[in-house]
């Protein structure tokens, strides 16, 4: 069965709007599984297999459960402040970064920002950073000089399904592709 929606639903809540079922996620953005369940499941279908199989299948892995189960959280992409306790950790020498045409512009005089997200969101390959610029229109591939940057004293981490992030990345550290 295809769960795109309810996982895009999924993802709002985790990663943006909690309250838009009435749930609150705690400082480390997780949130109760019970409660989430018992929440969705008031507006739709929803029980633990499915939401247990959105977790599995979700292509990009949006999604983590806690050791026990007992409680979820996105991995990254939020825009509400949560610390996702994740470790300063050395990058590789080059990240990539893929956007639509349209945000060139300001990325070229500004570099990467987050926007209304916590992080700056960089792939580890050319092919995963193409399929994230696709989303928003023709793409466009920076490469990121990460091993520069870090040396220079700049953060990077790596969430739970392998993205990297930053909080900033600076003009002189891209390269247009």
């Given at each position: ?10 993802s ?13 996620l ?29 977790v ?25 402040t ?10 590789p020498?080059?990240l ?5 045409e ?20 960089l ?11 696709r ?5 466009v ?37």
């Amino acid at each position: 069965m295809n769960y795109k929606k309810t996982s895009k639903f999924l993802s709002m809540l985790l990663r943006h709007r909690p309250e838009v079922i009435g749930i609150t996620l705690d400082k480390h953005g997780w949130a109760d599984v019970d409660e989430l369940i018992e929440k969705i499941g008031e507006k739709q279908e929803f029980g633990r297999e499915i939401l247990e199989e959105i977790v599995r299948t979700d292509e990009k892995q949006r999604y983590s459960f806690n050791e026990d189960g007992t409680k979820i959280r996105a991995n990254q992409g939020h825009s509400i402040t949560v610390d996702l306790e994740l470790k300063a950790k050395e990058p590789p020498e080059m990240l990539w970064h893929g956007t639509a045409e349209k945000y060139v512009d300001s990325i070229d005089r500004m570099g990467l920002r987050p926007g209304n997200r916590m992080y700056v969101h960089l792939s580890l390959d050319e092919q995963t950073a193409e399929k994230v610029g696709r989303r928003h229109g023709r793409p466009v591939l920076y490469q990121v000089k990460s091993g520069e940057m870090y040396r220079k004293g700049f953060r990077f981490y790596q969430s739970a399904n392998g993205i990297w992030l930053t909080l900033m990345v600076p003009v002189e550290y891209l390269k247009k592709v």
